[in-house]
């Protein structure tokens, strides 16, 4: 099936400071890109779908200033946590359709001390 | 929008038993229904899916199946093993919506 990877695949920062998160679709072009937060023993939680060219939509609750997207290519989307706080440590995934399956990327652990 | 009920939220069953996962949804317009496993730390995985066109689909020990007219799909697991230890997450997919909405996730474990 298709690859997604995702980097870093852990992350560890102090809060106040900032941290990028990588999606890459490898061997096909996702226009549209979703990222996830996964608390632990949660379900996945969609926070907004990332369009490739044009601004990201944000599900209900979550702070777009605050997790920023960015799909400048059509194999690359990035997600920036800013301003970072405990409270944000999770796993975030992000996943891509290629022929109508998801395929999901490894995820990133991000722990704000 | 859609919204997706998975039960149970935690099972246990014996090595070589079967194990069932239901779900629930409400969007009528939805048409495919993927399930995955998730192990811990890991990127969730796609074990078996339908569409709204089938009842049921079968693969090795792994089956969905699928009412539309009560809106409910549902996982077997035959003859499990330790390997089948995981959370179990189903999805549905709204035509039109471009986005999985997930259930809440079925942590499995299967004693020896």
């Known amino acids: 099936g298709a690859v997604v990877s995702q980097h870093p695949s852990r992350v560890i920062c102090k809060s106040g400071t900032s941290v990028k998160i990588e999606c890459r679709s490898l061997?096909?072009?996702?226009?549209?890109m979703f990222w996830y937060r996964q608390f632990p023993k949660q379900s996945l939680m969609l926070m907004a779908t990332?369009?490739?060219?044009?601004?990201?939509?944000?599900e209900q609750g979550v702070e777009k200033d605050k997790f920023l997207i960015n799909h400048a290519s059509l194999t690359l989307s990035t997600l920036t946590v800013t301003s970072a706080h405990p409270e944000d440590s999770s796993f975030y995934i992000c996943?891509?359709?290629?022929?109508?399956?998801?395929?999901f990327g490894p995820g990133t652990r991000l722990t704000v001390l | 929008g859609e919204n997706v009920e998975q039960h149970p939220s935690t099972l246990s069953v014996q090595e070589g038993d079967s194990a069932v996962i239901k779900c629930t949804y409400s969007?009528?317009?939805?048409?495919?229904f993927p399930w995955y496993k998730q192990e811990l730390g890991k990127r969730p995985q796609l074990i078996i899916d339908?569409?709204?066109?089938?009842g049921e689909k079968k693969d090795q020990r792994i089956a969905v199946t699928l009412n539309k007219t009560a809106k409910h799909f549902s996982l077997h697991i035959t003859e499990t093993q330790p390997e089948d230890s995981a959370v179990y997450f189903c999805?549905?997919?709204?035509?039109?919506?471009?986005?999985?909405?997930f259930g809440q996730g079925t942590r499995l474990t299967i004693n020896p």
């Open positions: 969007d009528s317009a939805s048409n495919y």
């Open positions: 061997d096909f072009q996702a226009t549209t």
């Open positions: 996943s891509a359709t290629d022929r109508n399956e998801q395929f």
């Open positions: 999805a549905a997919f709204p035509q039109g919506a471009q986005k999985l909405v």
């Open positions: 990332s369009n490739e060219g044009s601004k990201a939509t944000y």
């Open positions: 339908i569409r709204s066109n089938v």
